[in-house]
């Protein structure tokens, strides 16, 4: 086994590659050499990393001679395209994008989770979208211990999933309704709604708003992202017919998704159980003293690896049922730290972690 490996990230100036670039550093990955791969927008940009200029690369399909591992996170079009040629030129890929998470070959890992998973692959591994991994992250030492028969779950996502243009968004329209609102306190009595068409890609105004609906609809009138949770988390988990209810919105936060999500056990689990399992539980940190006004906060949940995990309590609506709340960042374990984790694994690295 070779001590570093030459590495390919595939959308390096976006929301995820940046955050990918700071983990390879924080985590002190083996980096022989470093190709940043983007669009042509971006041929020629200069970026950071361990100290020294990276110059940034226009994404072509012979980008990839000689690359060990390539961490895309250029969205589902661009992975379709150039996955499969860096595969072919002898790169072992970790994808981002949802493009190949449900093919039956590809692995869909979380390290946490289901590390077997990665035993057989075939130079292709998918990582899970960022809501299902956050979820699983929290959800796995209880289904471990007791088995999960059910999950509902509510999804209050942050802007930077959608990139970084979402994030400019936010910003912008929170100052355009900032300075209308010093214009006129009447506003404060009939809500902060922006005139005319907001300019971003979020499909409604999202600062002082909430939008029921991340990534795009499908026929059966559920959006992709509720049907991206549903079935990636009866593949990690190996339940193919596991009841999974999803709804999730867009919050104006700017980083880091929050969830609350109901389960049903199939033996009852005592809130005492939960939280010996989550304190031991690797990539959680439980934050659950509701009286001393601690749960998890999505702005302590950016920037650190860790899932928060709090508010536990029986559902008294159902017989073997729990409620939690959920917090994690949705840049890092939701995407770029994931992604790490498994290149580590792929490498024979042990996962680390702060405990
Ligand atoms: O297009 P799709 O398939 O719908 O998906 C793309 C979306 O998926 C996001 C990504 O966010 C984008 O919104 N995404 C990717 N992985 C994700 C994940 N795991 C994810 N979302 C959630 N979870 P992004 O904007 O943060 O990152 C985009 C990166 O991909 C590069 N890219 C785009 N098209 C490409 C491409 N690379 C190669 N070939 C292509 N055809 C993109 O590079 C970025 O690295 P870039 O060069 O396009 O962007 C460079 C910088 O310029 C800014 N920018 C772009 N357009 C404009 C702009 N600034 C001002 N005006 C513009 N018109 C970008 O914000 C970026 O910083
Ligand atoms: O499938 O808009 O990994 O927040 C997750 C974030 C798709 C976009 C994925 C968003 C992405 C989504």
Redesign the pocket.
């Known amino acids: 086994m070779k001590r570093q490996y030459n590495v390919a990230v595939?959308?390096?100036?976006?929301?995820?590659?940046t955050e990918i670039l700071r983990v390879l550093a924080q985590r002190r990955f083996p980096v022989k050499g470093l190709q940043l791969?983007?669009?042509a927008?971006?041929k020629g940009r200069r970026v950071r990393f361990n100290g020294s200029w990276h110059r940034v690369a226009e994404?072509r399909k012979q980008a990839f001679a000689g690359i060990d591992v390539a961490l895309f996170?250029?969205?589902?079009?661009?992975s379709l395209e150039f996955a499969p040629a860096a595969v072919k030129q002898g790169a072992v890929v970790v994808d981002?994008?949802s493009a190949f998470r449900m093919t039956p070959d590809v692995p869909l890992v979380v390290p946490e989770v289901n590390p077997q998973a990665l035993i057989e692959h075939h130079g292709l591994i998918a990582n899970p979208n960022?809501s299902t991994i956050i979820m699983l992250v929290a959800l796995a030492p209880i289904h471990h211990a007791a088995t999960i028969t059910r999950i509902r779950v509510a999804t209050y996502q942050s802007v930077s999933?959608?990139?970084?243009?979402a994030i400019a968004q936010l910003y912008q329209e929170s100052r355009r309704v900032l300075r209308q609102l010093r214009v006129s306190r009447q506003e404060l009595r009939v809500g902060a709604q922006l005139s005319g068409r907001t300019v971003g890609?979020l499909p409604a105004q999202i600062a002082f708003n909430i939008i029921p609906q991340v990534d795009v609809f499908l026929d059966n009138r559920y959006t992709k992202e509720e049907m991206k949770i549903v079935g990636e988390t009866r593949k990690i988990l190996g339940i193919p017919d596991l009841p999974v209810s999803a709804t999730c919105a867009r919050v104006p936060v700017l980083v880091a998704h929050s969830e609350a999500v109901w389960i049903e056990t199939r033996r009852p689990m005592a809130v005492e159980e939960a939280h010996t399992l989550l304190r031991q539980a690797p990539g959680v940190t439980l934050v659950d003293d509701p009286a001393k006004g601690r749960y998890p906060l999505p702005v302590d949940a950016a920037g650190q690896d860790d899932v928060l995990v709090g508010r536990i309590r029986p559902d008294d609506a159902s017989p073997n049922g729990l409620i939690l709340w959920v917090c994690g960042d949705n840049l890092r374990k939701g995407?770029a730290t994931n992604a790490i984790q498994i290149a580590e694994l792929l490498v024979g690295r042990q996962v680390t972690s702060d405990k």
């Open positions: 595939v959308g390096a100036t976006g929301a995820v590659g791969l983007a669009s927008r971006s994404l996170s250029a969205g589902a079009s661009r981002n994008s960022c999933g959608a990139g970084t243009k890609p995407a």
